[in-house]
């Protein structure tokens, strides 16, 4: 099977906290990628990382950072002293190609941060 | 401007009405992907199409939707006889490159509502 989960559907944090959005990908395929997405309340989507599944180096950019563990095949996502501009739907993804090349989206999160 | 165009933003049908939805992907992009985004629910995927082609439609229902991308000229993904829950918004997205290790480019959705 392959199958992205966002077990949090809501997270609601105060402005200036960390937060932790879990992903959890499954796929028998050994070369694959993780995107994370982001929705903002007006709508579009915008990319924010890929990774292959060769390079588990974590990848830290301004406040976002993100976790990517193959033992657990897991791919978390921190945002580090949130803002309310950060408030959105956040999207976890598995790129594949085999099986039609395309890319498998989770449910997504939703993120409230209040000031 | 760029980007990946979809039209229209906001498009209304009553049920039994058909609805065409345009795609024009990112000048240079010849990877087309649809997406189906039901209210507080994640991306699903439709189709993907190359041009002249489709690549993968394993996403799309076996009725009344069908999907194309012309040599020239957007992509559209018509919906026929529409019926209420086909309400959802429609995502495009496009990518210079096949399959799941390109990141997509999205557009802003058509959002369609069925009455």
């Known amino acids: 099977a392959q199958k992205v989960t966002q077990a949090q559907t809501e997270i609601s944090v105060v402005e200036k906290e960390d937060v932790t959005l879990d992903c959890v990908y499954e796929?028998?395929?050994?070369?694959?990628?993780l995107f994370w997405y982001k929705q903002p309340p007006s709508g579009e989507l915008v990319f924010l990382i890929r990774r292959n599944s060769f390079d588990e180096q974590n990848e830290i950019s301004g406040r976002y950072s993100w976790n990517f563990q193959k033992s657990t095949s897991s791919f978390n996502f921190t945002i580090t002293a949130s803002q309310v501009v950060d408030s959105a739907v956040y999207f976890c993804?598995?790129?594949?190609?085999?099986?039609?090349?395309?890319?498998?989206f989770g449910a997504g999160t939703r993120l409230f941060v209040k000031a | 401007n760029a980007g990946v165009m979809q039209n229209p933003r906001h498009l209304v049908r009553r049920r039994g009405q058909e609805a065409r939805l345009r795609c024009s992907p990112m000048k240079g992009h010849s990877h087309v992907y649809w997406y189906r985004q039901l209210p507080e629910e994640g991306l699903k995927f439709m189709v993907y199409l190359q041009k002249e082609n489709i690549i993968d439609e394993s996403g799309m229902p076996k009725e009344r939707f069908s999907a194309e991308f012309p040599k020239e000229g957007p992509s559209i993904l018509r919906i026929q006889q529409v019926v209420r829950g086909d309400s959802a918004a429609y995502f495009c997205a496009s990518s210079p490159a096949e399959g799941g290790n390109s990141p997509l480019h999205f557009g802003n959705g058509t959002r369609l509502t069925v009455t």
């Open positions: 993804a598995l790129g594949l190609n085999t099986g039609g090349f395309k890319t498998i």
């Open positions: 796929t028998r395929d050994t070369t694959y990628y």
